[in-house]
């Protein structure tokens, strides 16, 4: 308005209708004055106006009549410029509001005439609208009379003119009606009016109305008049009317303007009075009408129906059952059912689709939904209406594939859509087809048996956009698209469940939280007053009525939609129209879950489960409920609604290909795309709506496992699944498409068991109660073949129990119970091994689950988790064990530190392995073990380390696998540790524990039981790991033994002082005592026979071959452990009262080890025997280290006093007394140095002796068994009798000595055997002892050490060793013999070492060295000694030189060389000692038998009778010639000038000797053999030189001496100069040529014969030499001058020699001197 009204507006308002005037006035000029009079009058009038008035507007309308009269008289002209120039000049008067109601009258009728003259009817049109929308002025009769005009211009014979005028109709009922609503707004604060008198059947009655209202209500009571063909009251001059028009108005007016109608009683009463009787009479041919009967039984034909007309008043219906539902709740329920009706399968397809059309727009109104539900299926005796509709529309659908749709006889498309025509039809009428592209695009469809019927994209969700129902235009019925009116009575389906799901859950959900905050107001105490209280209980009556209401419409409508939903679910061929109807079913099966509503909530259930599974598939859960429900039949009101049965034939993509899980696969079964799509929404069902499935998880479950199965998802670590081979059978094939949704498969699944924590309490026992049930089923599946069993249930047991860890309590006990009790013992390995997998999974998150409180605080919680651990132990299954104890490792990894309580069960689990149950159980377990002891003991109570100790034990005894066994052993060695460093602690909390059990038991009257009682409980946790370790230490397998030996000893030998001192008895004789009785006996009875390896491919040494030859090592451990206990706990072990017994049995184990006939065992029993001696010092405590040593077996051996290999002499320099102070500064010191007690010494010397001599004994038979004691052992052996001396010597007696004499000589004797004897023997060049050899002659040394400083009683035994000494001289020549046994020489045996295994010979030690170590040590020991009585007595000098006789004799043929040299340098230096001392008691004839020995003695060793080998050299010669000059030498020093003293026969012994070794004694003849003795030039020119010294010298005591001399001087002469003749000859002869060797020596020997022969006559007195002496020695003077052209250069240098001495011949001659006188 401000537009028109503002001075712009009006000036130019004003100039336009003056320029309107003048141009009318123009028009008119010539043909018509008046017009143009009055235009001109017009012009002056507007003028004036304007002039006059400030308000031009209102003076304008007040004068209106008077401006429009020009125009109305131009109009009146009829011609068509001047008219249309007038109407237009009208319009903008009107649409300036300035014209007035009598105006507006006189307008209309001018207008009427031109309608009536047919003149510029648009022009009319527009005139009449501008009128009626600018303003209200036209009232009653005028506003008739221009609708009227409109509807006349509506049926005009120009299309266009019809067209406007019908639109121009339309605009105008609509303007009357928005009056009505514009004056009810105006009038609404005023009071309202009185009610107008009810059941007024007088339709003129409207006095009540306002102007507005009533031209309203006077124009829709005409429209239904001319509806109904009757006459009408208002609209006065109408000719003729359609109904379709009329229709199209009442619905317009219905639906644009409900308030009119629901506010006025009168327009009410029309509604119901007119209208509805009107639809139903006009609905009659429609129901009447059966398709294709063409004869009636009524006589009169019937009507057909009529498309526009029945497509108009279903439109009519739809808006009244929309707008006016309350108003008209019986007619609506009339309509309903006509529209019900409409569907039937014999009405016309276009009639169906406009029917399906009309229930649509009913459909996407839940709340009106609601209200049918209340209004009509809630009330007794009335039309199932809601339920009717579902049904219908169910049945609808069923009749559309059942029966082929013929659309419409003129055009019928082909059933599958396959032929051109059809589909470029449907292709053309329904814009939602798609185009047909680049050849046929796939159409989304249903398909069922042979049906095909496209869907089509009828409308968008949730809005019923009709196609048919809109067009208006159409006379003809169109022709329906096939699957038109599926698609719509599909989406009706969806709407419908849309809307109702929506609603009620909405309200559901509001009643929910208005209950909360209720419930919350009311637990606030004073505030709730009455009134809340009040508002409480309405509105849970309120929440009951609801219920009642939302109950009713689903079980009105859950039959008919499941039965329509399946059979679309069945024949859908599209994944849109498939996820509609999957959701459709899934919020309802949720709604009804909510609703609590069971059997429809199944059924739901069972649709989603079947369509996820292949057709036909056997799955009892599903088709015991549809049996179930199949049995129901829902017959309503004549429909029955059947549950069709899915079709075989599946035209959907096959997506999977996989085997069914049942007991005897039949081939296999496909997935296709839809069985997915239906898995899905099944999860999604159990996903979001858990907590309302209840029993109904056991079919959800049920389905998934089965698709999980034929997908081939199998599940994985925690139970998640993931894709996995199929087993067996035909594999598994999966398409590209299904195998990228497989992980969304199978997290969708996970997702669906994590929620389960979200649920509550019930509903968690519902979800595991069918897990343990269809696990059972899965079981029974499995027994009784080797099958992979389906164990999809397992897996979703662990995911539950994993997601509910907080609230664990309230299912452990199921759960663990199923898996314990069924899953872990099935026979089949697979099933078994999920069972434990998901058992052990839950143990471990329930252990480190952080529960409230936690653990540590709650032990019930955790015994409770950790009880199903141990309760595996009972289950023989070795898969079922190995996850036992992975489980147990892990724990510990993670919670060691917090076990406590639990510990006892956890060891147990470990402990519980038993031998025979594999290697890699064993391995695991022990791991576990291992763990504990590496990391939990200090945090396990105390009372658990005597189970860890049998457990530890346990495993050692294992035979399974021996590094398990061994490593055993170091566990507990190293528990023993930690016994130690926390002993304190160890034994407060053990004597705590022991006081509370010790207290139990008295108040219960019994006594307290435990192993090895009366000790401390300290002690006895000890003693139990002794224990366990001497078991183990008599083990079959010597590796086992050993480490376990020296384990035992290490600990007790480390750890054993925190012992109290009583348990040591304990420790002696129950633990070590009874270990060496066992390990005895086993070894004397072990198996000698040969082992080929040990287990796999490792090789035995030959040392450890047979079971006797392992067993000997254990022995050896065994004892050597013991005695070293006994000798570094001695002061402990003294105090206790039988420490002789201990000593007795332990000297009896010694002694029956040593005499065992193994080289091992007795050479160890003898190194145990030093040990307990203290021959070695043990090593001090302070000393030891830290980790047990290996007992090294080879102690060193201190020998006597002389070797201090040690460092120190085995006289123990510290005592224990300072050793127990430095170890334990709390313990007085015991000083119990040595042995005290004489009784142990003589105890030790009489085992040694048994020892020695049973060793020694040579055997009685020899064969290759024999034993032969071995080197080593008899070292040892002979090495411990010097210390043992030491204790007893006191009390030692000439008897014992014999009895040592034999032992030593026996073990001397002892061969060794040849395999051996390159280690033990030195090559026999070298000179060198044996050790054994040299024990012997250090125990004869400490013995005659001992003799010297001991008593004169003690010195009567020198004899006895020098004999002792002497028989082991002489095994230089005469090696000794053991026994019968054959003993070849060293030198014979070399070659065998060759032959590898030749069998053992025995060979003879190389004696050599020992005898003459033995000799060397005669001979000081005689220089020692000689005077001495008991020597000179005893002869010992005479048994020396007799012993000596015997390599002397033998010379060259001695074994060794040496052997000879050094027996004449020991009888030089004996006889030098012996000879005087033998002077001295010549008188007593004490050596009168010793002389003509000696003599003997010289005799052979000067001329011996053996050769000199051929190798010898010129300077051994030499050597071994000045010994024979030494040997002389001695005669002519010690013996010749005490002639006096010595007997005479002896002195001509000497002498005849002299003479035979001199030059003289050589006969004339010189052949081979003598010239070895010519060639000892030195020795004759001594033997010559001493003789003659004796011959001359003055103190010849027989002249028959000297004659002999002289005898000999003139032969020798004699001889020299024949030799020298024959010399001279010779060399004369031979010319250049040399003369032979021996000729030339021999003439050299002459002449160095006769040198010394001068020097001789020189240096005695002149006296004693015979004058023809001289003369025969100056003859030979020319002869020797001949010699000198002899051409020899060392006869040369001899010749020199032997003329020199001649000088002194040379005298002036003297007077010739006659007869002797001068």
Known sequence: MAGTSSPEA???????????????????????????????????????????????????????????????????????????????????????????????????????QLMENSLEELKLLQTVLVLLTTNTVVHDEALSKAIVLCFRLHFTKDNITNNTAAATVRQVVTVVFERVVAEDERYKDAVDQPAAVQGNSNRRSVST????????????????????????????????????????????????????????QEFSFLL??????????????????????????????????????????????????????????????????????????????????????????????????????????????????????????GSFIQSLFLVPSTGNTSATPNQTGSNASGNTASAQTNPGVLGMGGGATVLPAFEYRGTWIPILNVTVQGSAKATYLEMLDKVEPPTIPEGYAMSVAFHCLL???????????????????????????????????????????????????????????????????????SLLLDASTDEAATENILKAELTMAALCGRLGLVTSRDAFITAICKGSLPPHYALTVLNSTTAALSSKSYSIQGQNVQMISPSSESHQQVVAVGQPLALQPQGTVMLTSKNIQCMRTLLNLAHFHGAVLGTSWQLVLATLQHLVWILGLKPSVGGALKPGRAVEGPSTVLTTAVMTDLPSISSMISKLFENSQYLDDVSLHHLINALCSLSLEAMDMAYGNNKEPSLFAVAKLLETGLVNMRRIEIL???????????????????????????????????????????????????????????????????????????????????????????????????????????????????????????????????????????????????NQELNISLTSIGLLWNISDYFFQRGEIIEKELNKEEAVLQKQAEEKGVMLNRPFHPASPFDCLWLCLYAKLGELCVD??????????????????????????????????????????????????????????????????????????????????????????????????????????????????????????????????????????????????????????????????????????????????????????????????????????????????????????????????????????SQPFLTALIQIFPALYQHIKTGFSMDDLQKLGVILHGAVSVPISSDASPFILPSYTEAVLTSLQEAVLTALDVLQKAICVGSEGMQIMYPAIFDQLLAFVEFSCKPPQYGQLETKHIANAKYNQIQLFAPAEWVALNYVPFAERSLEVVVDLYQKTACHKAVVTEKVLQNIIKTLRIPLSLKYSCPSESTWKLAVSSLLKVLSIGLPVARQHASSGKFDSMWPELANTFEDFLFTKSTPPDNLSIQEFQKNESIDVEVVQLISTEILPYANFIPKEFVGQIMTMLNKGSIHSQSSSFTEAEIDIRMREEFSKVCFETLLQFSFSNKVTTPQE?????????????????????????????????????QVTEIIFVLKAVSTLIDSLKKTQPENVDSSTWAQVIALYPTLVECITCSSSEVCSALKEALVPFKDFMHPPAAKVQNGES
């Not at 796999?1096 to 040494?1101: A, K, R, Y």
Request: net charge neutral; proline share 5%.
């Open 495 to 565: 709407d419908l469940v849309r809307g109702i799901t929506t609603m009620i859950e909405g309200e559901l959900g509001e009643a929910e939280t208005v209950i909360q905050t209720s419930t919350e107001a009311t637990s606030l105490p004073a505030q709730s007053s009455e009134q809340d209280l009040q508002s409480v209980s309405d509105q849970s009556e309120k929440e009951l009525v609801n219920r009642a209401v939302w109950e009713e419409m689903v079980n009105a409508c859950w039959c008919g939609l499941l039965a329509a939903l």
């Open 272 to 393: 119901k009075e007119r209208v509805c009787p009107l639809v139903i009479k006009l609905f009659s041919p429609n129901i009447k009408f059966r398709q294709g009967s063409t004869t009636s039984s009524s006589p009169a034909p019937v009507e057909k129906p009529y498309f526009p007309i029945c497509m108009r008043l279903l439109r009519v219906v739809s808006v009244l059952i929309k707008q006016f539902y309350s108003l008209l709740v019986t007619e609506c329920e009339i309509f309903l059912s006509l529209l019900v009706k409409f569907l039937d399968a014999d009405k016309p397809q276009w009639l169906r689709a406009v029917a399906v059309e009309s229930i649509h727009r009913l459909c996407v109104q839940p709340q009106l939904l609601r209200s049918f539900c209340q209004s009509y299926d809630m009330k007794q005796h009335s039309t199932k209406v809601f339920r009717d509709i579902v049904n219908a529309l």
């Open 1602 to 1638: 000297g004659y002999i001399s002289r005898m000999a001087l003139s032969v020798l002469l004699k001889r020299s100069q024949d030799v020298l003749h024959r010399y001279i000859e010779d060399e004369r002869l031979s010319g250049k040529c040399p003369l032979p060797r021996q």
């Open 1036 to 1269: 079959p397998r010597p590796a086992v033994r050993k480490s376990a030996g020296q384990t035992l000893f290490s600990t007790i030998g480390a750890h054993g002082t925190l012992l109290q001192h009583s348990t040591w008895h304990t420790v002696i004789w129950k633990v070590l005592f009874h270990l060496l009785d066992r390990v005895r006996e086993s070894s004397t009875t072990a198996d000698k026979e040969k082992i080929e390896s040990g287990g796999g491919n490792i090789l035995i040494h030959h040392s450890r071959d047979t079971a006797e030859k392992q067993w000997a090592e254990t022995w050896v451990l065994t004892l050597a452990g013991v005695a070293r206990i006994f000798n570094t706990r001695r002061y402990l072990l003294q105090p206790l009262g039988d420490f002789s017994q201990a000593w007795d049995v332990l000297l009896d184990h010694i002694q029956s080890a040593a005499l065992s006939k193994n080289n091992e065992v007795s050479l160890a029993a003898l190194k145990s025997f030093q040990e307990i001696l203290q021959i070695v010092s043990p090593v001090r405590d302070s000393e030891k280290p830290e980790t047990p040593p290996a007992i090294n077996v080879s102690v060193p051996l201190v020998v006597g006093t002389t070797a201090t290999s040690l460092g120190r002499s085995f006289m123990r320099t510290d005592s224990i007394g300072e050793r127990i102070g430095r170890y334990n500064g709390s313990e007085p010191p015991v000083i119990t140095d040595e042995i005290e007690d004489l009784n142990l010494w003589w105890a030790a010397w009489n085992s040694w002796y048994r020892i020695g001599s049973e060793s020694t004994r040579p055997p009685i038979t020899c064969d290759k068994l024999t034993f032969i004691p």
């Open 209 to 264: 109305l306002k102007p507005c209202a009533k031209d309203a209500y006077m124009l829709f009571q005409d429209l239904c008049q001319l509806v109904n063909a009757d006459a009408p009251y208002w609209l006065v001059g109408m000719t003729e009317m359609t109904r379709t028009f009329g229709l199209e108005l009442l619905e317009s007016v219905l639906n644009d303007f409900p308030q009119v109608f629901l506010q006025h």
């Open 812 to 958: 452990w006990r199921p759960l663990t119970g199923h898996l314990l009790e069924k899953v872990c013992q099935h026979p089949n390995s697979r099933m078994r091994e999920w069972g434990a997998e998901a058992l052990t999974s839950l143990i471990k998150a329930g252990l480190t689950f952080r529960h409230d409180p936690p653990l540590s605080q709650n032990q019930r919680l955790q015994l409770l988790l950790l009880n199903p651990l141990k309760e595996l132990s009972n289950i023989s299954h070795p898969d079922i064990r190995i996850k036992q104890l992975e489980c147990v490792l892990q724990i510990l990894q993670s919670q060691g530190d917090s076990l406590g309580p639990g510990w006892p069960l956890v060891l147990g689990v470990m402990g519980a392995i038993q031998s025979d149950q594999g290697e890699s159980l064993i391995r695991t377990a022990f791991q576990c073990l291992q763990l504990v002891v590496t990391d939990f003991l200090p945090t396990m109570p105390c009372t658990c380390l005597q189970i860890v100790v049998e457990v530890a034990g346990s495993f050692g005894l294992h």
């Open 10 to 112: 009006v000036k130019k308002l004003l100039e336009n209708m003056q320029g309107d005037l003048r141009g009318l006035s123009l028009e008119c000029r010539k043909k018509f004055p008046p017009v143009k009079e009055a235009a001109e009058s017009g012009i002056i009038k507007v003028k004036t106006i304007a002039a006059r008035n400030t308000d031009i507007l209102a003076a304008l309308k007040e004068n209106s009549s008077e401006v429009v009269q020009p125009f109305l008289m131009g109009c009146g002209t009829k011609e068509p410029k001047i008219t249309q120039l007038c109407l237009a000049a009208i319009q903008r008067l009107m649409s300036h509001e300035v014209v007035s109601e009598a105006a507006a009258g006189n307008i209309i009728n001018m207008l009427w």
